[in-house]
């Protein structure tokens, strides 16, 4: 069974500054998926990679595919307060399966 | 073009009773699939609904079952209800198949239902 480990699982940052959030999955997965979740409300999908090398990029976040590693990787730049909330990344437990496994979720808070 | 949508948004029940909670799919999407999510926790999944048919199922009990109608709408029950049970209870859609065919398509979120069990 796929597992998923995220980490940090907290994280306090500073407006402006840089950090990259890990998502490791145990077995080969064909896709990998970051969501984002605002207190209280559902998950927003950010990014969908598709294939190993994948990078994706919407304003200040990026994420990336590293399938040999298991490794994927959300890197925010110039961190704004907006972006506080928690992050999930999810895969599929074998190829072609439409159920997801989620991480615990990276909890972000970008302080002014 | 509307997205998924999942009523009721809130519930409060007692230990025992039962509960359905309903969730319509994304326009042009005919899966659905429903996952628990505790809170602090990912979500986890329950089960996926294509073709009126169960396809796949997580690690719940069978209190948890669930039904899908010709329109691909959705329910979830959960009979027997425990205090456990209180959760964020999400539905998300999407294209059955569309992971074979390595489509971009994610699955989408509706706005969950928030089950408190007291």
């Known amino acids: 069974e796929l597992k998923v480990e995220q980490n940090p699982l907290f994280l306090s940052m500073q407006e402006g500054k840089n950090y990259t959030i890990y998502c490791n999955y145990s077995?080969?997965?064909?896709?990998l998926y970051w969501y984002r979740q605002d207190p209280g409300k559902s998950l927003e999908s950010l990014f969908v990679l598709l294939s190993n090398g994948a990078v994706k990029q919407e304003g200040r976040l990026m994420a990336s595919l590293d399938t040999k590693a298991r490794l994927s990787t959300l890197h925010i730049t110039a961190a704004v307060h907006d972006l506080s909330a928690t992050y999930f990344c999810a895969g599929p437990p074998q190829g072609g399966s439409e159920k997801l496994v989620f991480g615990k979720g990276t909890k972000l808070t970008v302080n002014p | 073009d509307a997205g998924v949508t999942q009523s009721p948004t809130h519930l409060i029940k007692t230990r025992g009773q039962q509960v359905t909670l309903r969730c319509s799919p994304k326009s042009g999407h005919d899966t659905v699939s429903w996952y628990q999510q505790a809170l602090g926790q990912g979500p986890q999944f329950i089960f996926q609904?294509?073709?009126?048919?169960?396809?796949q199922r997580g690690n719940f009990p069978d209190r948890f079952s669930g039904h899908q109608f010709p329109n691909y709408s959705s329910e979830l029950n959960v009979n027997a209800l425990l205090l456990g049970d209180s959760a964020l209870y999400l539905c998300a859609s999407s294209l059955f198949g569309g992971a074979l065919l390595r489509l971009a398509d994610t699955q989408y979120f509706g706005p969950g239902t928030r089950l408190t069990v007291l």
């Open positions: 609904y294509y073709e009126e048919e169960e396809r």
């Open positions: 077995t080969t997965s064909d896709r």
